[in-house]
Nanobody, 114 residues
Framework: QVHLVESGGGLVQPGGSLRLSCAAS????????MGWYRQAPGKERELVAT??????TNYADSVKGRFAISRPSVNTVYLQMNSLKPEDTAVYYC?????????WGQGTQVTVSS
């Protein structure tokens, strides 16, 4: 069992920055991959970025060069979001992939608007 708690969302103007944080508790040493997904109104949930326990990263094309995922400790993952656009507006979810199943946080709202 893993429990994930996200923080750091909010309202930001286009071109601005935000950093999302995700703290994991429970069976954290069983986590293989951690990542961020997002879901905009009326759209399906989509991958934003992932990072493996070895530090390998993967990004959606739409955020490459603007977002950066990092994992400073075994139970923490960050998403640094720069040059934000209105189309980045969504609920952002932290994800932890364990051998048995994935776990999800409750989500944090990011709104990019002037």
């Amino acid at each position: 069992q893993v429990h994930l708690v996200e923080s750091g969302g909010g309202l930001v103007q286009p071109g601005g920055s935000l950093r999302l944080s995700c703290a994991a508790s429970g069976s954290i040493f069983s986590i293989n991959v951690m990542g961020w997904y997002r879901q905009a109104p009326g759209k399906e949930r989509e991958l934003v970025a992932t990072i493996t326990s070895g530090g390998s990263t993967n990004y959606a094309d739409s955020v490459k060069g603007r977002f950066a995922i990092s994992r400073p400790s075994v139970n923490t993952v960050y998403l640094q979001m720069n040059s934000l656009k209105p189309e980045d507006t969504a609920v952002y979810y932290c994800n932890a992939l364990l051998p048995a199943r994935p776990y999800w946080g409750q989500g944090t709202q990011v709104t990019v608007s002037s």
